[in-house]
């Protein structure tokens, strides 16, 4: 089975930063898309960004020039760097992995992390 450990939240006043990191471990065959997702109290959750399998990146149009998605590909390590922060950024921060497995159908299935609470002040 795959897990995905997420760490990197804390608390921060507007304007710092914070870098998110998830590691995916397990009978990995592939990675077909890596991600992070937030979720705000009495909000839905949102992508905030992300790779798409051919490697090209999505951003939320909110975090666009703010915060920077990036991967080392041998750890099966996604990382989220999150510059500028504002207090509409506190949320829990999910990562997310789309992931075939070793015997597993080859489409894959959803992984999620275990959530980290990013916090900023004002």
């Known amino acids: 089975q795959v897990q995905l450990v997420e760490s990197g939240g804390g608390l921060v006043q507007a304007g710092g930063s914070l870098r998110l990191s998830c590691a995916a471990s397990?009978?990995?065959?592939?990675?077909?898309?890596m991600g992070w997702y937030r979720q705000a109290p009495g909000k839905q959750r949102e992508l905030v960004a992300g790779f798409t399998s051919g490697g090209s990146t999505v951003y939320a149009d909110s975090v666009k020039g703010r915060f920077t998605i990036s991967r080392d590909n041998a750890k099966n390590t996604v990382y989220l760097q999150m510059s500028s922060l504002k207090p509409e950024d506190t949320a829990v921060y999910y990562c997310?992995?789309?992931?075939?497995?070793?015997?597993?159908?080859?489409?894959?299935?959803?992984?999620w992390g275990q959530g980290t609470q990013v916090t900023v002040s004002s």
């Open positions: 397990g009978s990995i065959f592939s990675i077909n898309g």
């Open positions: 997310h992995a789309r992931i075939a497995t070793m015997g597993g159908r080859e489409s894959g299935y959803d992984y």
